[in-house]
Structures are given as structure tokens and as C-alpha cells.
């Protein structure tokens, strides 16, 4: 079994910064591929950046690049989430999940099959 717990969340103004956390268990950890998403009041959950294994490639959803940064430590089976020059339209309920297979970018949420809780990011203008 898999658990995947988020953290760091917050209420941030614009052009702030957040980093989010995501601790994982079980020992698959460091060879899949880990992403993040977010789902806003009424929106349907959307991509928002994917890790390989290795940590050594990345995938953005283009709304977010060159201002998110998405890492991994396998060593403390944890992926994080850099959120910087944060704007309203970033407010939303993050999620980390495991995707269980190959492509890094597969975006679907439906690829992915464990989840964690969420977390809150809420930007302020």
C-alpha cells in the first residue's frame, strides 16, 4: 500500500513564494514517476508538473514553467513542488500522486493511481 501525505500550504499574496511537500511510503518510491496536480473550486483537476524516477527530467504544464520547479529526494522518499511568483489563478487544492508507468508526459489524472489528500495554496491579489 501506498500513502502519500502533502503539506505546506498557505495563504500567500501575489508574487510570493510556497514550496510544497509530499512524503511517501512504500519502496516503489524511487523508480516511478511522481507528479503534481491542483483542482480549483468548479475546474476539473489539472496537470501541473511530473517527475522522473531519477529525478533527472521534468514536465510542466506551460502555465507554470520557469516559475514552479518540481524535485525529488529518493533518499527521504519525498517530492516537492517550488512554487514562485505566485498569481490568483494559481489558488487551488494540490495534489501529489504516483503514476504507475512510463511518460513523463502523461498529464491524464486517470494514469496516475495513488493519491494523496490535498493541500491548500491560496494566492491573494
Known amino acids: 500500500q501506498v500513502q502519500l501525505v502533502e503539506s505546506g500550504g498557505g495563504l500567500v499574496q501575489a508574487g510570493g513564494s510556497l514550496r510544497l511537500s509530499c512524503a511517501a511510503s512504500?519502496?516503489?518510491?524511487?523508480?516511478?514517476?511522481m507528479g503534481w496536480f491542483r483542482q480549483a473550486p468548479g475546474k476539473e483537476r489539472e496537470f501541473v508538473a511530473a517527475?522522473?524516477?531519477?529525478?533527472?527530467?521534468?514536465y510542466y504544464v506551460d502555465s507554470v514553467k520557469g516559475r514552479f520547479t518540481i524535485s525529488r529526494d529518493n533518499a527521504k522518499n519525498s517530492v516537492y513542488l517550488q512554487m514562485n511568483s505566485l498569481r490568483p489563478e494559481d489558488t487551488a487544492v494540490y495534489y501529489c500522486?504516483?503514476?504507475?508507468?512510463?511518460?513523463?508526459?502523461?498529464?491524464?489524472?486517470?494514469?496516475?493511481?495513488?493519491w494523496g489528500q490535498g493541500t491548500q495554496v491560496t494566492v491573494s491579489s
Open positions: 500522486a504516483r503514476r504507475n508507468g512510463d511518460g513523463l508526459g502523461r498529464t491524464n489524472p486517470r494514469e496516475y493511481d495513488y
Open positions: 512504500g519502496r516503489t518510491f524511487s523508480s516511478v514517476i
Open positions: 517527475i522522473s524516477w531519477s529525478g533527472g527530467s521534468t
